[in-house]
């Protein structure tokens, strides 16, 4: 069970946090992605970190602009969002699948429900 929350307007530039609650299962056993579908396109991932939080992916898109951290004891996962840009306007989710992470999205056991982005001036 995966809920993400801290979507919402930013100005261009701007910064948001996404977070990614996790229950039902053991956080420390799970890679947790983040992706996003804009209105019109297919879901594309974002960011991803393995389960032990000893390696992070991203996109060449948010490289630079995003940074992906997790908490086991406190069940969670975070995006953090800054020079966000229009392009970054979506629905963003966070997913899991045990331990490693993978470019797949069939790939992800679990997803939330997502979260709206919307990046406009």
């Known amino acids: 069970h995966l809920v993400e929350s801290g979507g919402g307007l930013v100005q261009p530039g701007g910064s948001l946090r996404l977070s990614c609650d996790v229950s039902r299962f053991t956080l420390a056993h799970y890679a947790i992605g983040w992706f996003r579908q804009a209105p019109g396109k297919e879901r594309e991932g974002v960011s991803c970190?393995?389960?032990?939080?000893?390696?992070?992916h991203y996109a060449d898109s948010v490289k630079g602009r995003f940074t992906i951290s997790r908490d086991n004891a406190n069940n969670a996962v975070y995006l953090q969002m800054s020079s966000l840009k229009p392009e970054d306007t979506a629905d963003y989710y966070c997913?899991?699948?045990?331990?490693?992470?993978?470019?797949?999205?069939?790939?992800?056991?679990?997803w939330g429900r997502g979260t709206q982005v919307t990046v406009s001036s």
């Open positions: 997913a899991a699948r045990t331990y490693y992470c993978s470019e797949t999205i069939n790939d992800y056991t679990y």
């Open positions: 970190i393995n389960a032990l939080g000893s390696t992070s």
